[in-house]
C-alpha cells in the first residue's frame, strides 16, 4: 500500500492514520526527506513538490510517481493530500489500484480545492469534518485529531 501525503499537516495527518496500516506493506511516500526517519523500517520516497497554480512543475511529479507506482505495485494508495499526490490518484486509477483521498481536516467549511478534484478520480473521498461531508456528498469516517 503507498500512504502519501504532502508536507506539514497533510503528513501529520498521514502519520495519525498509521495504526490502520499495521496488517500492511507500507510505503511512504512524501516532499521531505527528513520524514524517511520517522517511518522507521518502511520504504520511503521522496517527490518533488508542485502547485496548481503551476501546471508544469505536475510533470516531474507524474514522473516519479509512475516510477514509484511501477516500482512498489501497491494493491491501494490512501493520501492526506494536497495537490500533488493527485497525479498518484490518476495513476492508480490507471494502473486499477483503489485509492482513497481523505480530505485535510484543516479544510472544516468546505472541501479542499484537490479534495474537489480528487472526487472526480479517487474511489471514494472522505471528509473529516461531518457538515463539509454532508454538504460535498462524501463520507464522514471520522476524524485524525
Avoid: C
Avoid at 73 to 91: D, E, K, Q
Avoid at 127 to 133: D, G, H, I, K, L
Amino acid at each position: 500500500m503507498l500512504a502519501i501525503a504532502s508536507g506539514g499537516g497533510h503528513w501529520v495527518q498521514l502519520l495519525r492514520l498509521r495504526p490502520a496500516f499495521e496488517e500492511y506493506d507500507v510505503v511512504f511516500v512524501s516532499m521531505l526527506e527528513s520524514y524517511a526517519e520517522q517511518v522507521g523500517e518502511a520504504r520511503f520516497h521522496l517527490v518533488p513538490d508542485a502547485s496548481r497554480f503551476d501546471i508544469k512543475g505536475f510533470a516531474p511529479v507524474f514522473t516519479k510517481a509512475l516510477r514509484i507506482i511501477l516500482k512498489e505495485r501497491p494493491v491501494a494508495i490512501v493520501t492526506t493530500g494536497s495537490a500533488p499526490m493527485l497525479a498518484f490518484i490518476l495513476l492508480g486509477r490507471l494502473f486499477g489500484i483503489r485509492t482513497l483521498w481523505v480530505d485535510s481536516i484543516a479544510n472544516s467549511e468546505r472541501m479542499s480545492s484537490s479534495g474537489r478534484m480528487a472526487r472526480k478520480l479517487a474511489h471514494q473521498v472522505v471528509s473529516q469534518w461531518p457538515e463539509v461531508a454532508e454538504a460535498e456528498g462524501v463520507p464522514h469516517w471520522g476524524a485524525v485529531i
